[in-house]
């Protein structure tokens, strides 16, 4: 006999958020990751640091 997990309601005001600042996050640092990566390689990663 399976436990059955209490069920949260689609479309929550909570789950819907934390959904948008997870992806919000994830896009800043993906984009952060990338303009570091063409600092260095373009040979300026320590203006950026230091910026």
């Known amino acids: 006999m399976r436990r059955q997990f209490p069920r ?8 819907r958020l ?4 997870m992806a ?5 640092l993906l984009g952060m990751l990338i ?8 040979g300026d990663a320590e203006g950026l640091v230091a910026w």
Do not use: F, K, Y
């Open 24 to 28: 919000l996050s994830g896009v800043l």
């Open 35 to 42: 303009l570091l990566l063409l600092a260095w390689l373009m």
């Open 18 to 21: 934390s959904d948008l600042v």
């Open 8 to 15: 949260r309601r689609p479309g929550t005001i909570e789950g």
